[in-house]
């Protein structure tokens, strides 16, 4: 596979400062997670943490990525942004060929209702 491997639980899509927050690593808006035993107590883990704190969904993973967390490096890949959707910023970055889905973060609703 070329961007997983069969350690491989998670792959999400890398962000760039997209939403509220500290976080620029990841955009936990587009997660596959892989079933197994290890993904669920991750899951269980980064849940808790966000219940109990005040960073959002991103900021708590990416600091439990940072600190290699049940060895979370180990696990997780981050995909190169537009790989499955489009460029945040840009939804029309490339032709349907290439671009399966249209990011619409951050784009006014004039054209979200086209």
């Keep these: 596979a070329r961007h997983a491997s069969p350690e491989t639980r998670l792959l999400i899509s ?11 690593l990841f955009n936990s808006g587009f997660v596959l997670f892989r079933r197994h035993a290890w993904t669920l107590k991750l899951v269980e883990r980064w849940l808790k943490e966000l219940e109990m704190g005040t960073e959002n969904d991103q900021e708590v993973l ?3 990525y940072r600190a290699n ?3 979370l490096k180990k696990h997780l890949v981050v995909l190169p942004q ?9 939804p029309i970055a490339g032709p349907p060929r290439t671009q399966h889905l249209v990011h619409l973060a951050g784009i006014p609703a004039g054209v979200r209702a086209g």
Excluded: A, M, N, Q
Excluded at 82 to 90: E, N, R, T, V
């Design 69 to 71: 967390e049940l060895d």
């Design 82 to 90: 537009g790989l499955f959707y489009s460029d945040i910023g840009d």
């Design 62 to 64: 990416e600091r439990l």
């Design 14 to 24: 890398h962000g760039e400062l997209i939403g509220p927050g500290s976080s620029s």
